[in-house]
């Protein structure tokens, strides 16, 4: 059972930038990793993700600001996100996926206001 802890949230300005990080209690070598997110009273959407060949993938809303990235040998993914708007405000869960099996993190809080 892999185990997903999500870091890096919390309260910035419009325009302003954060760092996720996602760490897995194991190996992510074979693992495809994303990033949803949900705000209140709406679905969990996909925010970005990154294959186990390294290849992404961005919702039309965040392309060119955020960044997902993967290093396997910490087993952590992150996701740097700048320009942040008041619309990225929800919570952001970390999402780990191979074959059936599918892991999810607690989640953390972003909240984008001036």
Known sequence: QVQLVESGGGLVQPGGSLRLSCAASG??????????????????????ATGS????????????????SRD?????????MNSLKPED??????NSRIGPQEHWGQGTQVTVSS
């Open 72 to 80: 396997n040998a910490k087993s952590t993914v992150y996701l740097q």
């Open 89 to 94: 405000t929800a919570v952001y869960y970390c």
């Open 27 to 48: 190996s992510i070598f074979s693992f495809a990793m994303g990033w949803y997110r949900q705000a209140p009273e709406s679905q969990r959407e996909l925010v970005a």
């Open 53 to 68: 060949s390294g290849s992404t993938y961005y919702a039309d809303s965040v392309k060119g600001r955020f960044t997902i």
